[in-house]
């Protein structure tokens, strides 16, 4: 981390937020509430634990301006994730980014498009017809192929793949060794083997689509597979061919979005999570860690269980599975009971 002396008041002023307490209070890092020390500022992002507030040492906590007042130092703020957040740019070094300029052991086709401000890193490869807008950064062993195109500002991380014709918007984070564009995972049946289908489509991500390491995010069939803006998705992801995704969802590491499917913006689905190929996924939809989807989601629907249904009915269900074994047991007793019964009548 860099240095950072600041006074509660300063933090605060920065922050958009007001102190209540000492204002002249040093605060030099920054620490989660069981394990800030002296000079530490931490935060309560969920008032249920405000209880432990007593216990932490740190020297001021970032709180919702709702909170109720406690006997130590407060920085009250509109949003204390985005507070959070912001503390933690200010602490956080530079990123360890190519400089701009084109390396020397980089391969860039002569046809290709570069923008003014770009960073081409040592074994990247982009090919002919590419295009690299303004200001973006190809990290060592990136690959952008013939005819794909890489938004202003967009950072592909070191063994990205961009493979030809796919579009990729502005201000993107593609994660380490994650392949956009791959041949999709289609095969017909014919002659005793299965033989691969062609997908000769393309991939077309969205601005300030964030995507992890090693996800995978396939080419359409025909036409394109899509990411809508402000999409984020996490390591070790699946996206089929022809998935079209709305803007500002979540995708949790390890969830797999069947083909064909279309997902609502601003839907979230857990890790693990996943749909199956050829439904509808609808807007604010949130599927729980572990779930999976066999039909359509209606919108702001929240759903759990395999195959998933509405999250309430699954708890009970879950409860209920719970208690199967005292279940069984009485069962046994009472058809023990009513033999003795019957036989008492014989």
Same mark, same amino acid.
């Given at each position: 981390m860099i240095d950072f002396n600041l006074t509660a008041s300063e933090l605060a002023q920065r922050l958009g937020g007001e102190v209540v307490g000492d204002g002249d209070a040093v605060i030099t890092g920054i620490a989660p509430l069981s394990s800030a020390c002296a000079g530490d500022v931490t935060f309560l992002a969920d008032a249920r634990l405000a209880d432990r507030l007593s216990d932490t040492q740190a020297c001021a906590v970032i709180v919702a301006r709702e909170h109720p007042q406690a006997e130590m130092t407060l920085i009250c703020v509109d949003n204390v994730m985005a507070a959070v957040s912001e503390v933690m740019t200010m602490l956080a070094p530079p990123e360890d980014l190519q400089p701009v300029g084109v390396h020397p052991k980089a391969d860039v086709a002569r046809d290709a498009e570069i923008g003014e401000g770009v960073a081409v890193g040592p074994g990247v490869v982009v090919g002919s017809g590419a295009k690299i807008a303004d200001g973006a950064v190809l990290c060592a062993n990136v690959t952008v192929g013939a005819g794909a195109a890489i938004g202003e500002k967009t950072i592909l991380y070191p063994g990205t793949v961009i493979v030809s014709g796919c579009r990729i918007g502005c201000n993107c984070?593609?994660?380490?060794?994650?392949?956009?564009?791959?041949?999709?995972?289609?095969?017909?049946?014919?002659?005793?083997?299965?033989?691969?289908?062609?997908?000769?489509?393309?991939?077309? $991500?969205?601005?300030? *689509?964030?995507?992890?390491?090693?996800?995978?995010?396939? =080419? %359409?069939?025909?036409? @394109?597979?899509?990411? /809508?803006?402000?999409?984020? $998705?996490?390591?070790? *992801?699946?996206?089929?061919?022809?998935?079209?995704?709305? =803007? %500002?969802?979540?995708? @949790?590491?390890?969830? /797999?979005?069947?083909?064909?499917?279309?997902?609502?913006?601003?839907?979230?689905?857990?890790?693990?999570?996943?749909?199956?190929?050829?439904?509808?996924?609808?807007? /604010?939809?949130?599927?729980?860690?572990?779930?999976?989807?066999?039909?359509?989601?209606?919108?702001?629907?929240?759903?759990?269980?395999?195959?998933?249904?509405?999250?309430?009915?699954?708890?009970?269900?879950?409860?209920?599975?719970?208690?199967l074994p005292e279940l069984r047991k009485k069962v046994q007793e009472l058809e023990k009971r009513l033999s003795a019964l019957e036989s008492a009548n014989d």
């Open positions: 984070r593609i994660g380490p060794c994650t392949v956009i564009g791959s041949v999709g995972f289609g095969y017909y049946f014919a002659e005793g083997r299965h033989n691969q289908i062609p997908h000769i489509g393309t991939v077309e $991500i969205g601005d300030e *689509v964030d995507i992890g390491a090693c996800s995978c995010v396939d =080419r %359409g069939k025909f036409g @394109a597979t899509r990411i /809508g803006d402000g999409t984020k $998705i996490d390591n070790l *992801v699946q996206v089929a061919h022809n998935v079209q995704i709305g =803007r %500002g969802c979540i995708l @949790a590491g390890q969830a /797999g979005i069947g083909g064909s499917t279309v997902v609502g913006d601003y839907t979230a689905f857990g890790g693990r999570a996943g749909a199956l190929d050829n439904t509808t996924v609808g807007t /604010g939809v949130k599927v729980a860690t572990g779930s999976i989807t066999f039909k359509d989601v209606p919108d702001g629907t929240k759903v759990a269980g395999y195959p998933a249904i509405q999250a309430t009915k699954q708890l009970r269900v879950w409860k209920i599975t719970s208690e």
